[in-house]
């Protein structure tokens, strides 16, 4: 127990300090202190969550050019290997000129702002055009694809420097495949030419900043094209810099770099597409990263300026902007999985659903079906009534697919464009199949009477395949059975269901495709 005089000289001490000026003094300047403290590092995490912002956005822009690229080269490619199967099909020489020019190009690519497709003799002048018969006069003797393929008998699919097409004036790259006698002399090529206003069409609207770019390149250094668009870089060379040789050595990846071009500093997120000797990268300006952010650092400075004595009235200010904060995540989480048009799931929850529906059906030891679901002449939708109308069918066709599956374990995604996908767990082919003829069925209803598509105009392609429940298959396998077997659909007359054949009911060709139902 303190003595009676001693607590009232604790008293005193006590009051003393209180009107001490010093304290105040103390706190007016600690407080200041620790809210700049505190600022500092809201702003740094601010930044932080700038640059990953920027990078998972470039990361995102990268994988839906590259995957798009891949897949209209690809569909391409199939064209060309198709004309050279019937330039050597039994009796289609025989064939008159109009027959043959079907025949040969049976397979004419359906890939978006191609240009023209010909077969080249050996000496470079065109015998066979996909355009008409006769064949538009052009010899190509002397472009530097014809040359290689005359050169190298194994050279396969060949992707030119960009070049000004003969035939239709314009930016192009071409796509060329070698055409051998029955000696295996060189005897011509087939090629299909690529305008290079695909790729700006491609990356139109992109939130690429004021100073941002995305680039398309050969292996060699070669720009075909950039975005934005300039014809003074196209079929520039860039070998040799330290960026595209981080390009090439690395394959993909991210890093901070400056443009040899125009000297800015941006950061590159790269890729190979897929197997082809095509390097893409997009480059969003650092400035443009943290342009966001230094105008939220003047707003967050000048409020420290003006609350820097108010440490209760700046404590509310840092709680609502993080609540703030927490609401735009959740928002971000939420759109971040869902298809803005359709409203169903995107391409990136598709990715993780089928991986978990996959791994529980092994874990489980049920059956797990994919269906992959492809508007049937959608492009001709968007050339004749436009993307408006376009956008109203696909909101049907998702309509369509949602009221085709009714379990809760099942999902509904659009993969992009007019392709979408049903997982449908616990699910065998004859069940799938079910599933197919509802779609269908549900499909027909599609219609857009103000654009005069009535009822029966859409129509869809169907591709299936199964994991069944002693069969261990990855998701890239099953992804790809049921891919294929929509490529089947579609090359047999669209409008149907094709069913990836299992393993199990034909061991000699495990990638047969038969088919199944037709709608």
């Avoid at 029955?182 to 690429?208: H, K, M, Q, T, W």
């Avoid at 464009?417 to 079910?434: C, M, N, P, V």
Wanted: hydrophobic share 40%.
């Amino acid at each position: 127990m303190f003595p009676g005089g001693e607590i009232k000289a604790l008293k005193h001490q006590i009051k003393d300090l209180l009107h001490s000026s010093r304290l105040w003094v103390a706190l007016a300047v600690l407080a200041p202190i620790g809210m700049l403290m505190a600022s500092g590092a809201m702003l740094i995490e601010l930044r932080q969550d700038a640059w990953s912002e920027a990078q998972q956005t470039a990361s995102n822009l990268l994988q839906v050019i590259a995957r798009d690229v891949d897949r209209n080269i690809e569909v391409i490619d199939l064209s060309l290997q198709g004309a050279v199967e019937n330039l050597h099909a039994p009796k289609s020489a025989e064939a008159t000129p109009e027959l043959r020019q079907r025949i040969l190009f049976d397979r004419a690519a359906t890939a978006r702002d191609i240009g023209v497709m010909l077969i080249l003799d050996e000496n470079g002048d065109a015998v066979f055009d996909a355009n008409g018969v006769p064949p538009r006069t052009v010899n190509n003797s002397d472009r530097d694809y014809f040359q290689w393929h005359k050169k190298w008998p194994d050279l396969g699919l060949h992707i030119s420097r960009p070049v000004i097409s003969r035939l239709t004036g314009v930016p192009i790259t071409v796509l060329s495949r070698r055409i051998n006698k029955p000696d295996g002399s060189f005897g011509g090529i087939v090629l299909a030419s690529l305008r290079l206003s695909y790729f700006v069409r491609l990356c139109e609207n992109l939130g690429l900043g004021s100073n941002g770019g995305i680039n398309l390149y050969l292996r060699d250094g070669t720009r075909l094209v950039r975005y934005p668009y300039s014809d003074a870089d196209v079929g520039v060379n860039i070998a040799g810099t330290p960026n595209f040789d981080r390009f090439v050595a690395e394959g993909s990846g991210s890093f901070v770099g400056k443009s040899t071009r125009d000297g800015v500093e941006r950061l590159y997120t790269f890729t190979q597409i897929g197997e082809l000797p095509l390097v893409l990268n997009v480059g969003l300006a650092t400035a443009d990263i943290e342009g966001k952010w230094r105008s939220k650092a003047a707003v967050i400075a000048a409020v420290m300026v003006v609350l820097c004595g108010l440490a209760g009235g700046l404590a509310l200010l840092f709680g609502r902007e993080l609540r703030r904060r927490t609401a735009i995540q959740a928002e971000l989480a939420r759109l971040s999985s869902t298809d803005a048009l359709t409203g169903l799931f995107n391409r990136r929850h598709f990715d993780y659903e089928l991986e978990r529906a996959l791994g529980d059906a092994r874990r489980n030891r049920k059956s797990l079906s994919l269906l992959i679901v492809d508007a049937d002449h959608f492009k001709s939708v968007n050339d004749r009534h436009g993307h408006i109308v376009g956008d109203e069918v696909l909101k049907g066709l998702a309509r369509g697919l949602s009221a085709s599956v009714h379990r809760p374990g099942d999902l509904v995604c659009r993969l992009g464009g007019e392709e979408f996908a049903i997982i449908l767990q616990s699910t065998d082919r004859d069940g799938a199949l079910i599933v197919s003829q509802k779609v269908h069925s549900e499909i027909r209803q599609v219609a857009v009477e103000k654009a005069g598509i009535s009822a029966g105009s859409v129509t869809v392609s169907i591709g299936l395949a199964v994991a069944g429940q002693s069969e261990t298959m990855s998701v890239e396998t099953l992804y790809q059975r049921a891919d294929g077997a929509l490529y089947e659909a579609k090359a047999n007359g669209r409008n149907q269901t094709r069913c990836a054949v299992e393993p199990a009911e034909n061991d000699q060709q495990p990638h047969l495709l038969r088919l199944v139902k037709r709608s």
